[in-house]
């Protein structure tokens, strides 16, 4: 079935430094999508990418759709940033299923 | 602004019993869809609705149904709760294709 493998796993960070999500997909998908869920349980879409970049403030993310990965870029991390982040893709073409990968736990410290 | 709701925020219940859960959207989306969060926060898929028709039904157990009056709500229930079932049930709703939305989600304890 469709996977979507997600990396790291957990991720720690001091305020100010910068790092990278990656996920990556066993097939084609059409589209992938970026949440933050926070401490609450609340799932925030940060990104919907059908090809190329986007950018939004310290956040960034590129999605190859013909090597079948996508990314996230953090840059400064604040403690605000702290939270899960998942990666979704799909649905692919005329379907409905959207999967998500297992998330990231980021922490960022002082 | 959250304009994907869902009640209630918290459920708990004992084994056997019967629970439902509400959800709507006002976003006047045709797509809509229900995960299940463990307690390693895995997100599942269990069903989609495209205008009020089942179009995605993972392998669930058959005591979980959805169901949908109109494309603005999917409700989903449990015939008879099992201890697994204890999780979040996050309720979404999307374009055909597009960026999905969530609810707060329905927190299930079953003692």
């Known amino acids: 079935g469709d996977q979507v493998e997600q990396s790291p796993s957990a991720l720690s960070l001091h305020e100010g430094t910068s790092s990278a999500l990656r996920c990556n997909f066993t097939?084609?998908?059409?589209?992938v999508q970026w949440f933050r869920q926070n401490s609450r349980g609340s799932l925030i879409n940060l990104f919907y990418l059908a090809s190329g970049t986007k950018e939004n403030g310290r956040l960034k993310s590129a999605f190859d759709s013909k090597e079948l990965y996508s990314t996230l870029h953090i840059r400064d991390a604040q403690l605000e940033d702290s939270g899960t982040y998942f990666c979704a893709a799909g649905p692919r073409t005329g379907g409905y299923k959207v999967v998500f990968g297992s998330g990231t736990r980021l922490l960022v410290s002082p | 602004e959250t304009a994907v709701f869902q009640t209630p925020n918290y459920h708990v219940t004992q084994v056997g019993n019967e629970v439902s859960f509400n959800c709507k959207q006002t976003l006047g989306h045709d797509t809509m869809y229900w995960y299940k969060q463990d307690s390693k926060k895995l997100l599942k898929i269990m069903f989609s609705y495209n205008n009020k028709q089942l179009i995605v039904n993972e392998t669930v157990p058959r005591r979980f149904s959805p169901q949908s009056s109109d494309k603005a709500h999917l409700n989903l229930r449990i015939k008879s709760v099992e201890p697994e079932d204890s999780a979040v049930y996050l309720c979404?709703?999307?374009?055909?294709?597009?960026?999905?939305?969530f609810g707060a989600g329905t927190r299930l304890s079953v003692l």
């Open positions: 097939t084609t998908t059409r589209s």
């Open positions: 979404a709703s999307s374009t055909t294709g597009g960026t999905l939305y």
